[in-house]
């Protein structure tokens, strides 16, 4: 789905054939979304994720195609087929969250990584100082699941406020101390 892809090619969003693809291709699988475990909340939560990612880029693939070509954004979809919303619906009620958009903790940033060596991928508890292990490469301890646009900078950017919300446990405790 991103602009570009890991291996170099262009993705569906740089084709203008996502929409498509998602209207002729994609089936609704909410029958399969209610199979999930309800106590998997890795699992749920990808799922809001990356139907979050596919609804996000089915809206707004045309803005991004027009600003390429008149430097302009455009209009994006009014609406989201009834094969994506669905099921977003459904996970993000599954994960308790109330709203059913691309947003920066639930889809785009903060649970959009994994672990590059994983040594409890069954499990989603860590130690937010399992993160950034090395302050002087900060996000070479994870890396990113899902992307946009698929280029490095996106990367970087999503990694580096994962590193930086790792560590802010370490304000809160300095606060209470103050306090």
């Keep these: 789905m991103p602009f570009n892809l890991d291996n170099g090619n262009k993705g569906l969003l740089s084709k203008n054939e996502l ?23 890795r699992l749920l939560a990808a799922l809001f994720r990356d139907y979050s990612m596919v609804s996000a880029g089915y809206m707004l693939e045309s803005c ?22 669905v099921p977003m619906k459904y996970a993000a009620e599954a994960i308790g969250y109330k709203q059913p958009i691309l947003d920066y903790a639930h889809g785009y940033s903060l649970n959009n990584w994994m672990f590059v060596n994983d040594k409890n991928p069954e499990s989603a508890e860590y130690d937010n100082d399992q993160l950034v292990t090395d302050l002087e490469k900060p996000i070479n301890n994870f890396k990113l699941i899902r992307k946009l646009n698929g280029c490095r900078d996106e990367a970087g950017f999503v990694l580096l406020h994962i590193s930086i919300v790792s560590k802010t446990y370490k304000q809160v405790k300095a606060y209470e101390k103050l306090f």
């Design 64 to 85: 991004h195609l027009s600003y390429l070509e008149k430097k302009w954004y455009g209009r994006g979809s009014d609406f989201i087929p009834e094969q994506l919303a």
């Design 19 to 41: 929409r498509k693809t998602v209207d002729a291709a994609l089936p609704n699988l909410l029958g399969e979304l209610k199979k999930v475990d309800h106590n998997d909340s």
